[in-house]
């Protein structure tokens, strides 16, 4: 792998947010392989997001946490690591919920790509946060 693919595929990691960012879900999974997973941290019963997701079953939860939103969940990137089909990022989302609260959510993800699209993703965040934010009355 030359430095210009891992260079590439930094930039569709980026993509992946920028595109997050402006409500374009269609976008998002287009960027992402058929077979692609999704990785939210979280024991069994703590929440009912946690653990691998499909990319058909993470575009119904991306929809669905959109559909409460009063806009877009705008991810700003703070850093980009890569090295080969591995990149991984610190990012910062915000977004108002229409209940009224506010989701501003600290992330690191592990994204994987393979032949230019995304074919595994790992998220960390507060899961406390997504609890008090999404669950909670």
Not at 24 to 47: C, E, S
Request: proline share 4%; with cysteine.
């Amino acid at each position: 792998m030359t430095s210009s693919d891992t260079e590439t595929n930094k930039a569709v990691a980026r993509r992946l947010f920028e595109l997050f960012s402006a409500g374009d879900i269609a976008g998002v999974m287009d960027l992402m392989t058929d077979d692609a997973t999704w990785w939210l941290p979280g024991k069994p019963g703590q929440l009912p997001v946690v653990g691998t997701r499909t990319k058909p079953q993470i575009a119904k939860l991306f929809h669905a946490m959109t559909s409460q939103l009063e806009g877009p969940l705008v991810m700003t990137v703070k850093s980009t690591i890569a090295e080969g089909d591995q990149v991984a990022m610190e990012v910062e989302s915000l977004g108002h919920l229409k209940n009224g609260r506010t989701y501003n959510q600290e992330y690191h993800f592990r994204i994987q790509l393979r032949g230019g699209k995304i074919c595994a993703v790992r998220e960390y965040l507060d899961t406390l946060h997504v609890q008090a934010v999404w669950f909670q009355g």
